[in-house]
């Protein structure tokens, strides 16, 4: 068994609203789902401890139609996939009152997903949850809607020490901009990174249920969010835009 809503949360952490096919694989109870983004922007993987389903790979082909069906079941959820010739072909979905099957695709139809070779991290930002930090990000990015700027910098406050810095806004000087302050283990000074500020809040509304996250930082144009709760984990590499105006 299963709790509907953990279930939705591990889904939640990898569609990010249009990473529609992956593969769900299953070992000694562990679920990992490694995901990428339709322009490869983001890669990243989701995995949880204590999933109940025997070991084997699941293709996911249409999460959006899986989550739909998982909506509509009460609270804690039994998962039995079935087999025809060695091959997992259905997944059943069924509470007290529901009984729900989804039909699984060929695992050939699954797109392989990049792998990344992870830098040296020139910053490490934790995410103090008591200070909503996550959320406070997700409010500067929010109230700035139609823009998809975000770039980050680091620099020195006025008591020298050492900040990163969040700014979302538009590319003309005189326009609407928000900027956002952090503190953390920063080792390179006047760096200054372009992201996609929506998939960065969406990767951030997504793990908002989490109760640890870190964001890492490489001069080469990488960023790296990981998020952790319960026998949830989650990590995104994102890699920088190619230009910015600001």
């Known amino acids: ?24 694989s299953t ?11 339709l322009n490869k922007e983001v890669i990243g993987n989701v995995s949880y401890k204590g999933f109940p389903m025997e070991d084997g790979d699941l293709a996911i082909y249409n999460t959006k139609k899986l989550n739909n069906l ?25 509470d007290e009152n529901f009984n729900l099957s989804y039909a699984l695709a060929d695992l050939l139809l699954i797109g392989k997903i990049g792998t990344v070779s992870e830098p040296d991290w020139d910053v490490t930002l934790n995410f103090d949850i008591d200070e909503n930090q996550l959320g406070n990000l997700i409010k500067a990015k929010s109230a700035l809607a139609e823009i998809d700027n975000m770039v980050i910098t680091t620099e020195k406050d006025l008591d020298g020490t050492d900040i990163c810095k969040f700014t979302f806004g538009d590319e003309s000087g005189h326009n609407n901009k928000i900027m956002y302050s952090m503190y953390g283990d920063i080792n390179v000074q006047d760096l200054k990174l372009p992201f996609n500020s929506n998939m960065f809040k969406t990767i951030l509304n997504a793990n908002k249920d989490m109760e640890s996250g870190t964001l890492y930082l490489s001069s080469k144009g990488l960023m790296k969010l990981e998020f952790t709760t319960g026998d949830i984990s989650s990590e995104y590499f994102m890699v920088r835009k190619e230009s910015t105006n600001f």
Not at 1 to 24: A, D, F, H, P, R
């Open 27 to 37: 070992r000694d109870e562990v679920l990992s789902i490694d995901f990428q983004s």
């Open 1 to 24: 068994m299963i709790n509907k809503l953990t279930l939705q949360s591990i889904i939640s952490k990898y569609y990010l609203g249009e990473n529609e096919s992956v593969k769900w």
């Open 70 to 94: 998982i909506g509509i079941t009460l609270g804690d959820i039994l998962l039995h996939a079935e087999k025809t010739n060695k091959v997992f072909t259905k997944l059943n979905i069924s």
